[in-house]
């Protein structure tokens, strides 16, 4: 096990760092102290230090009027950590979050954020470090524009760190394995957790990695949580306790070990000789299973024989579809959010996203269609183009592992998507075409296939990484194409043993009853071992069917799922004409003459239909409901529904924001069309990140759920001093302050501040959060707790009596 070495920023406060100082700028002014901490931890064991730069990227920087000496500190940090090497030790270079959300959940752009990361990590490389280390990272989206700057800018190992909250998610919805999948296969050499909690709550976190990534997991866990005692913050862990979890944390699979918050040298010292004594075992490596593993934000989708059969929905297509080219064209995207929706609410586990409309530049077009569609839905998505620009935006944009739909063996192809494919950790659908036409036979099929294998792995793909599509042809034109297409499916798994994928509706092209060829041909591929079928979901027989074929090939244990699906229906009789009958939709999916617009329009704020909410307000205003009713039944009963579901873990972050905007979407709509009605607020609320803390992350997504929650939000900012917020609470008359802190060493903050406002009077409630902070210290400081943004909603609520 390798140990890397514990806290910076409280050793340098010890010091004599100033609060709100810049701590990387003391690499500039006072190398010899920095050199000194590191020294400290190299004599107590640690054979990776890491450099004093967690902060030093521009934006951070910027704060401090520093934003240009991103270089210049990078260097000056690895010159004081190299100080202090011994002949054994490492220096990883430490690279932290930039304190914003990406677009579409903030404001930071990823392509800013990927620049940002470039230049500190091209520093890093060329001052010498060994490891390029990228910690505490709340957003898989902002993880993956730092591994790909670095993997762009150096060729040094890239460790990879996630921050977890105590559901086991990051702050955006990413559970430790979905993690594993996209930082595993976007190229990340060691990946694990570190911040944010204790030891004991990161075994999990360890374990749920290490079951499916063969790279080396890592773990730096804070010494316990922090408590607040006569003014100054303490972690209680001793260096003891704190290695006395290493055996455990070995046993779940981590190989390198190290401390954040409130660790010490002596709790390296303690973990060195934990180390230097613990019984060496080798790492039992999960035996990899022939599946390709799909992600998106908040979870995984897995395509193979011994998993249930996963349903690619095709209906996000605009060819031959023109209400949907037009508004494509005119850079709309509701008929394909509608579609998304409907396709996922009717079974579909994977959408294939298709943006071929001609006369328009593909790229940005599939860019925006991915980045809107991975906020509102939480399936992984296929980017199927044939342009390899348009395939690079819509990879580059989707927070998780894509599939590319599809590589042929036509030269080109090969060429330009395959490398695209590597180099954002996508799995790729293999076409057994060529320049010569469509292979008549299945051992064309299969000899086709076998040589975009070689060339995929050639590019650096592995075999878990592709799915070999049959290719299913019309009967009409060739009564023995579904039988080859069958035999196709049988030499795939007999030659390979890989996952199969198929589109179904061309084997019935220009014969009536579609829909029943299509059913049959379908539950035939099934047995002969299709995988992933992409069809139109909407088909209630096709439905039947494949629940039907998960019973008949062992997929639906006791055939639960097939008959809890009819213990209050009746099959769905097949209808007679060309065209599938679609299944009842909720009513957030309905045209808006909906009886019920209410309902409408609370599903529509549920879902996150920003552009279909206003149209709907208009006509719930037009049939005589007055703002209130709307406000009260359709947006407060959605958000309570959000807040609920978002407790429960069955949605998050990025579907909560979203909501919340298309709610202050429905606001405005109101105002707009009733300028004399006036949204009564909730209350004023005060919001200020404490006195010392750079980080306002978490204290601007409270305060977008606020505002869109109707509170009046008077946000004071980052690096706030309690006389600053004892006079704006003064002066705005705040009914409620919220402090935000997210480092160990401004928590005492939280509590000078409140004294600070009691003392001059003020006893409106104070509400406090951040990553660090626990209930037990919110209390204690005299703050009620919240958790999250949703949390702290609830609570503002419940005290303004709203």
């Not at 086991?168 to 996209?182: C, K, L």
């Amino acid at each position: 096990m390798i140990l890397f070495d514990g806290a910076m920023g409280t050793m340098l406060q010890q010091a004599g760092l100033p609060a709100g100082a810049c701590p990387e700028a003391w690499c500039l002014v006072k190398p010899e102290l920095v050199t000194a901490v590191h020294k400290k931890y190299v004599d107590s064991g640690a054979t990776v230090i890491e450099t004093n730069t967690f902060g030093a990227s521009r934006p951070k920087l910027a704060h401090y009027g520093l934003a240009d000496s991103v270089k210049e500190i990078c260097f000056a940090a690895v010159r004081a950590a190299r100080e202090a090497c011994q002949p054994n030790t490492r220096i990883a270079g430490s690279v932290g979050p930039t304190g914003q959300l990406l677009q579409p959940l903030g404001e930071l752009a990823f392509e800013d954020a990927y620049q940002a990361f470039a230049e500190q990590i091209s520093a890093l490389d060329e001052a010498g470090v060994d490891y390029i280390l990228i910690e505490t990272i709340i957003d898989i989206q902002e993880m993956r524009a730092a591994l790909l700057a670095a993997k762009a800018v150096s060729k040094k190992p890239v460790i990879c760190q996630l921050t977890f909250e105590k559901d086991g998610r990051t702050v955006t919805g990413t559970d430790p394995q979905t993690a594993a999948v996209i930082l595993d296969k976007l190229g990340a050499d060691i990946i694990g957790a570190n911040c944010s909690l204790g030891p004991s709550q990161l075994v999990s976190v360890v374990e749920a990695m290490s079951a499916i990534t063969q790279k080396p997991i890592i773990v730096q866990p804070n010494a316990g949580m922090p408590e607040l005692e006569n003014g100054k913050t303490h972690y209680h862990m001793s260096p003891d306790e704190f290695a006395g979890w290493i055996p455990k944390l070995a046993a779940a699979g981590a190989t390198y070990f190290g401390g954040c918050c409130g660790t010490t040298p002596e709790h390296i010292r303690a973990a060195r000789y934990i180390i230097d004594n613990l019984q060496t075992s080798t790492k039992n490596w999960p035996q990899l299973v022939k599946a390709v593993v799909l992600a998106s934000r908040s979870q995984r989708v897995y395509i193979g024989k011994d998993f249930p059969t996963a349903i690619i929905g095709e209906r996000i297509n605009p060819t031959g579809r023109k209400a949907m080219a037009a508004e494509l064209q005119a850079g709309k995207f509701q008929a394909v959010k509608r579609e998304a929706l409907l396709q996922i609410q009717a079974g579909a586990t994977v959408l294939d996203i298709n943006m071929g409309v001609a006369g328009i530049d593909q790229a940005p077009l599939m860019r925006r269609a991915v980045e809107q569609l991975a906020v509102m839905t939480k399936v992984p998505l296929a980017i199927d183009t044939t342009d390899p620009a348009a395939l690079e935006a819509g990879l580059r944009a989707f927070p998780g592992r894509a599939l590319v739909n599809s590589v042929s063996a036509e030269p080109e192809r090969i060429e330009a998507f395959l490398p695209i494919a590597k180099k954002y950790g996508a799995a790729v659908l293999c076409l057994p075409l060529t320049p010569g036409g469509v292979p008549a036979t299945a051992a064309e099929r299969v000899a086709i296939i076998r040589q975009i294998i070689a060339a995929a792995t050639g590019a650096g793909l592995t075999e878990n990484d592709l799915l070999l599509d049959a290719l299913a042809l019309t009967v009409a034109a060739d009564s023995q194409a579904a039988l080859e297409t069958l035999h196709t499916l049988t030499a795939y798994r007999e030659n390979f043993g890989l996952p199969s994928v198929m589109g179904l509706s061309n084997v019935s092209f220009g014969l009536p009853r579609r829909d029943l060829l299509n059913g049959a041909f379908c539950a035939m591929a099934l047995a002969a071992g299709l995988d992933a079928p992409i069809l139109n979901p909407y088909d209630p027989l096709m439905k039947d069917l494949l629940a039907a074929s998960a019973v008949l090939l062992g997929k639906d244990q006791h055939a639960k799922k097939y008959s809890s699906s009819y213990v209050h229906s009746t099959a769905a009789v097949a209808t007679t004409t060309d065209k599938p009958t679609q299944l009842p939709i909720t009513p957030a999916l309905q045209k808006t003459d909906t009886p019920d617009v209410l309902e409408t329009i609370k599903q529509c704020v549920i879902t996150g239909e920003k552009d279909r909410v206003q149209p709907l307000v208009k006509q719930a205003l037009a049939d005589g409901h007055t703002p209130l009713t709307i406000t009260d039944i359709s947006l407060t009963g959605a958000m309570t529904e959000i807040g609920k579901d978002f407790g429960a873990g069955l949605t998050f972050l990025p579907q909560v924001l979203l909501s919340a905007e298309t709610m202050k979407v429905a606001f405005q709509a109101i105002r707009e069309i009733m300028p004399a009605h006036q949204t009564v607020s909730r209350g004023t609320i005060l919001l200020a990140t404490v006195k010392g803390d750079i980080h306002d992350l978490g204290k601007n997504i409270v305060a977008a759920l606020m505002e869109n929650n109707g509170f009046q939000v008077i946000d004071l900012g980052k690096d706030v001093s309690s006389e600053k917020v004892v006079a704006a609470a003064l002066e705005y008359k705040a009914d409620i302050v919220g402090l935000c802190a997210l480092m160990t060493t401004t928590l005492p903050q939280i509590d000078i501040t409140i004294q600070e406002l009691r003392k001059a009077g003020c006893q409106m409630a104070v509400i406090a959060g951040g990553a660090v902070l626990t209930e037990e210290y919110a209390k204690s400081a005299g703050a009620s707790y919240a958790s999250d943004a949703v949390a702290a909603v609830a609570i503002c609520k419940k005290i303004t009596g709203h």
